[in-house]
């Protein structure tokens, strides 16, 4: 559990982008004079992750999370920096640091669109040198896990979204990856389909101690399955830690539902100095600190007349949608 | 770079079989559509053209239509699907897997010509029934030279395809030079006219390119014309020679200016 299965030191990525001004002169223009810009989306990254860890990348459109997923799986070269992962340079593409990996992209597909997935299935476990029947032997634990047996003898493109989903996963883990690099696994999913796809994972990483490497903008899929979150503005870690420990350190206060017995004592509940989040008639929601909470309490019980209280932290979606805009956290 | 083995080779020519079939329409209209040597033998033989070259009727209008054949056997469009897989991010996922890419285009376009087999052989029929006289069956020995220089003619056309695909990875619209080489393939492979109607200055430059590779040598092999076997097959493995280490300096280079956009 303590082996770094991935190193990342002083990494930097940055592309030539060139743009072009709206409207016929500014077409005239870059027809015969391309403006380019080089922008640099990673600076520096700095990251080691323990071999059955699961790690979820934040941040806003365009910080650079799914770039790092990218060059981690050899997608793309790096412009500076040294890595490793699995003891592989990632760029090289070994057979056997493929071997190792999966990439997962909730809006690319491997699948072939015309044909049953378990076509794409045999065609996959024959490049990643598994015999036909080990591979069926895999299909069939897969399919029974991600649910989805009734399913393989039909044309992809005749597969609902979550099917289709589900049936990328299987063709992705046929070679049993040991590193998972998922991006948006879960987009476009409906609830239910989001709920089997992380637990999914959460078996499999049980089952295989298999990394997974995860962005997504469903706070839901990270508070679930990562314990540990790296946050990404602009291309610089602002945060690589544990999720609650984030959550304490961004949000330090707690909310507090309470609901009076009268009208009279909302009213005079509502003056007396609390930060009021919310008010509906009898029942004030108020924001405290963390570290008042008791002293709080025992003033509300001891001035107001109150029926009942529900003491909440205020929603995940809130405190991360707040530090994905921040230079540091 | 290249981890295929015979199981990977099957599975993958046996898949792509299962996507084409699914094609087999737009397949067989294709086949249709690649008649153009019965046009040109047309012109040809209604104008007396051939007398000019001393080539009968017969002998021209088998040479059409062996450039048919060759042409349904040799016809590579890899540009087209790889510039628009590696524009839409689509060639993320192979890129990550123990096999190049190019082996799924290289088994698409085997797979196909194996589904415009049957199509092939039901125009030649037709043709057959339309020109009894030009009836002919080729010795096994020619026949076999012929399928193995066609096979080479399109190894040839997949490997400069494939590099000006690469080029995608710089310029994005990478077809647009493919189109270049359209002309020259057109004219100067042997599918308007046999090479050797063209005057003796320029066939003399003709022949160090790939161009009269592609249809003429070919299909003078099957249809029985006087051609040069060992020149012919020397020029194809050059070619290939020549062009392999430039597609794999490409290749290798053009993956690293790689972005992955669009995914």
Sequence with gaps: MDENIIQVTNLSKSFDISSKKPGLKGTLKHFFKRETKNIEVLKNINLKIKRGEIVGFLGANGAGKTTILKILCGLIYPSKGNLAVAGY???????????????????????????????????????????????????????????IEKELYIPVRKLSLGQRMKAEL?????????????????????????????????????????????????????????????????????????????L?????????????????????????????????????????????????????????????????????????????????? | MFNLNKNKLTTLLKVQYSNMLEYRVEIALWAISGIIPFFMLNIWTSNNLNESINLSNVMLSRYFLSAFFVRQFSVVWVVFTFEEDALLGKISPYLIQPLNPFFR?????????????????????????????????????????????????????????????????????????????????LFLSGLLAPVISFPEYVKSWIYITPFPYLIDFPANLLSGNNTN??????????????????????????TKKYTAMGS
């Design chain 1, 89 to 147: 340079l990632p760029y090289k593409r070994k057979s056997n640091f493929l071997k190792n990996i999966t990439l997962i992209m909730g809006q690319k597909q491997q699948l072939i669109w015309d044909l049953p997935p378990m076509e794409s299935f045999y065609l996959n476990a024959a490049i990643y040198d598994i015999n036909k029947s080990e591979a069926k032997k895999r299909i069939k634990k897969l399919s029974n896990m991600l649910e």
């Design chain 2, 105 to 185: 285009y290289f088994a698409q376009h085997i797979a196909e010509q194996i589904t415009r087999f049957p199509f092939a052989i039901l125009i030649a029929l037709i043709f057959f029934l339309l020109n009894p006289e030009s009836i002919w069956i080729p010795s096994l020995g020619l026949f076999l030279l012929s399928c193995l220089s066609t096979f080479l003619s399109f190894l040839i056309q997949f490997l400069i395809q494939s590099i000006i695909a690469c080029l995608c990875f710089w310029t994005e619209k990478a077809s647009s030079i493919e189109r270049l080489l359209f002309i020259p393939t």
């Design chain 1, 170 to 246: 299987l063709a992705a883990l046929i070679h049993k990856p040991n590193i998972l690099f998922l991006d948006e696994p879960t987009l476009g999913l409906d609830i239910n389909a989001q709920r089997n796809l992380r637990k999914f994972l959460q078996i499999y990483n049980k089952e295989t101690n298999a990394t997974i490497c995860l962005t997504s903008h469903y706070m839901k899929d990270i508070t679930s399955l990562c314990k540990r979150v790296i946050c990404i503005h602009e291309g610089c870690i602002t945060y690589d830690g544990k999720l609650d420990k984030l």
């Design chain 2, 229 to 254: 076997l060992i020149a012919g097959f020397a020029m194809q493995i050059i070619w290939i020679s020549v062009l392999f280490p430039i597609f794999k300096k490409t290749w290798s280079l053009g």
């Design chain 1, 248 to 329: 304490k350190k961004i949000s330090p206060v707690k909310d507090i539902l309470i609901i009076c017995k009268t009208d009279k004592d909302a009213q005079e509940l509502s003056k007396s100095g609390f930060i009021i989040k919310n008010k509906n008639q009898k029942e004030i929601t108020i924001t405290i600190k963390k570290d008042s909470i008791k002293f709080t309490l025992n003033e509300i019980i001891n001035k107001f007349d109150i029926e009942d209280l529900y003491i909440n932290e205020p929603p995940v979606d809130e405190i991360i949608g707040n530090i994905l805009v921040k230079e540091k956290v």
